[in-house]
């Protein structure tokens, strides 16, 4: 079973910029895709940013232009570089990968607290 673990979250000021990490304890070019998912208070999970094996990337509206999802397969670790922030972008940030097995499956860390605050 690949577990992911993030880290990179903290405290930061509006405008300030952050690196999350996500790595797997597996090899992630098995996933079909990877992803950033954050829960706001209150707040449904919202999907971040993906990216496919493929490297094809996609990005919800409000995070376009700030924020750039990669991955290394190599180091079986994807990141969300995220500058520009503003305080609606607090939340607590999960890793997600979506992978074939025995039918398509939903794999997530446990997540990394990010809070935008002056």
């Known amino acids: 079973q690949v577990q992911f673990v993030e880290s990179g979250g903290g405290l930061v000021q509006p405008g300030g910029s952050l690196r999350l990490s996500c790595a797997a304890t597996g090899s992630i070019s098995t996933f079909a895709a990877m992803g950033w998912f954050r829960q706001a208070p209150g707040k449904p999970r919202e999907l971040v940013a993906t990216i496919s094996n493929g490297g094809i990337t996609y990005y919800v509206v409000s995070v376009k232009g700030r924020f750039t999802i990669s991955r290394d397969n190599a180091k079986n670790t994807v990141y969300l570089q995220m500058n520009s922030l503003k305080p609606e972008d607090t939340a607590v940030y999960y890793c997600?990968?979506?992978?074939?097995?025995?039918?398509?499956?939903?794999?997530w860390g446990q997540g990394t607290q990010v809070t935008v605050s002056s």
């Open positions: 997600n990968g979506l992978r074939r097995d025995s039918r398509w499956s939903d794999y």
